[in-house]
């Protein structure tokens, strides 16, 4: 059954998360935003292309003013400005205006990408997201955060840009393969150990239905982890303080992605970061060893790497500096006082990130002891 979940911004209705699984109630949706009379570009990647695209453009054909797709390669090395202007050229030559609409069908890739296209053409139209990746479904598609890497920089170039939808069919899920489907998952798990000790119990409990991508459960576990993410955004859209939670894991995180030259998924390189912020958390005494430990190997059954071979740490812990979460010299660093509840801690030392780095390191010497 479908549900809805709406999310607010400064304190007044936004958009609203449809969870569902199918494309059947996409029109309605589209119509209740006045779509049957506005041109509609549906921007999407040559993978989820392949599974979707005709339908989605099938849906909207003789519906509305215009329906057009435009297409680019798969990939995060695509997510930059040299894509983003394909687009804007795309839009030109359609005849798009300032009331036509963007429909972000995709991935964490397409919905950043295509948002920041939104939120730039013209100086802004609207835009819809339809994300068809549980990285994309649990966390990039909600909050309005859009961007495209730039010089090998992550997100550094963006715009905050609500979307007027976010439409999940649940099904496109059965389309991931697993390295893809649970390296979204990690951002799930960090909804839960940042927020809601139950949606973490909850998780293991559902590990078996999880994997085995049980739509009913998937569907809860989505209602529930978007109910994290609305409630740290809804009261810090623009991350002048509480919405830095969300960026548990991705201070090193990020590094690794960067020092892999994204050869890992962001998802797998997330897991590696929270276990390394776990680590931090239980040497300052936040956390006991025991959660430590728990929360370490908690990632395991999900598929996750809690460990990573080939890796510099010295040069892990000075990508760390080259973060966004860098303010005024310092870096703003997320770890858990508990599971359930991440604060935002200043007084993390390089020698306490190196530490980290060595504890997820899987050295050469480790193989051989
Ligand atoms: N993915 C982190 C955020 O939306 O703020």
Redesign the pocket.
Known sequence: MSERLPILYNKKPCYDIVFTQSFDELWDELKALGCDGKRLCIVTDSRVDGFYGNEILGILKDRCLKAVKYVFPNGEENKNLDTVKGVYRFLIEEGFDRKDMLIALGGGVVGDLTGYAAATYLRGVDFVQVPTTLLAQA??S????TGVDFDGYKNMVGAFKMPRLVYMNLATLSTLDDRQFFSGFA?VMKHGLIRDSLFYEWLIENMYEICERDLNVLQEMLQRSCSV?KM??EKDPT?QGE??L??YG?TIGHAVEKYKNFALYHGECVALGCVAAAYISWKKELLSMDEYYEIRDMFVPFNLPISIEGIEPREIVRLTKSDKKMEGGTLKFVLLKKIGKAVIDRTVTEEEILNAVNEIYFSEEDAHE
Not at 142 to 145: A, L, P, T, V
């Open positions: 966390d990039s909600i909050g309005g955060k951002e993410k740290v955004v991350e919405r830095a969300l960026n991705h």
